[in-house]
């Protein structure tokens, strides 16, 4: 079984700084991760995967994350924060491998806020 | 455009109808799933296809709810007797691999269902 846990369900940076937004995971089995991004009033888009190849993933938009197995953690980051990142933010793990169905385990979410 | 078709984006109904939500997933996408969201939360998986056989059910779908996917294109998810407390944005998704191997799900805008 997987589950996801976001640490803080609201972030509020100024615009400039670095964000980081926090998920852990729980896995029974090689994860696959990913960070989707939830604008108002419209769907999710995929910000970034890790599924078992870099541990180091860049995504869209200037974010990046990293896997770390020995934490079971899976932190996005962008060094500069701008206003058009403040959105809702999704951490989502699915079981890795010949195991994947491809059904995604999402977090709470945390919400970003970017301060002029 | 060729995203997913969610139709209608938004549904008002009063309690004991019965309402039905579509999804047009990407062409060939062969994997169709449903979530649900609520208000400050991360989606809830519900159930997903490949191609027209219904796969898996989370034990969130009661007997109220029904999903069908004829002939492997678009899918249909129906709310019988509704009441509030299935108030929620439904949204689906799909995917191009029959393994799943990444994983990786493209999302609808999603139905937004808001019951009297």
């Known amino acids: 079984a997987q589950s996801v846990t976001q640490l803080g369900s609201h972030v509020s940076v100024s615009e400039g700084a670095l964000v980081l937004l926090r998920c852990n995971y729980s896995s029974s089995v090689p994860p696959y991760l990913f960070w989707y991004v939830q604008y108002p009033n419209q769907g999710l888009q995929l910000l970034l995967k890790y599924t078992s190849a870099a541990t180091l993933v860049k995504g869209i938009n200037g974010f990046e994350a990293e896997f770390k197995k020995s934490e079971t953690s899976f932190h996005l980051t962008k060094p500069s924060a701008h206003m058009s990142d403040a959105a809702e933010y999704f951490c989502?793990?699915?079981?890795?491998?010949?195991?994947?169905?491809?059904?995604?385990?999402f977090g709470q979410g945390t919400t970003l806020q970017v301060k002029p | 455009d060729t995203g997913v078709s969610q139709n209608p984006r938004h549904k008002i109904t009063k309690r004991g109808q019965n309402v039905t939500f579509r999804c047009d997933p990407i062409s060939e996408h062969n994997r169709l799933y449903w979530y649900r969201q609520t208000l400050g939360q991360g989606p809830e998986f519900l159930t997903y296809?490949?191609?027209?056989?219904?796969?898996?059910k989370s034990r969130l779908l009661s007997d109220r709810f029904s999903a069908e996917r004829p002939k492997g294109s678009f899918s249909t998810l129906e709310i019988q007797r509704t009441e509030q407390g299935d108030s929620a944005m439904y949204l689906c998704a799909s995917s191009p691999r029959a393994g799943g191997i990444t994983g990786e799900l493209f999302f609808g805008e999603g139905s937004r269902l808001t019951v009297l």
């Open positions: 296809f490949q191609n027209e056989a219904q796969l898996e």
């Open positions: 989502a793990v699915t079981a890795g491998g010949s195991g994947n169905t491809g059904k995604l385990i």
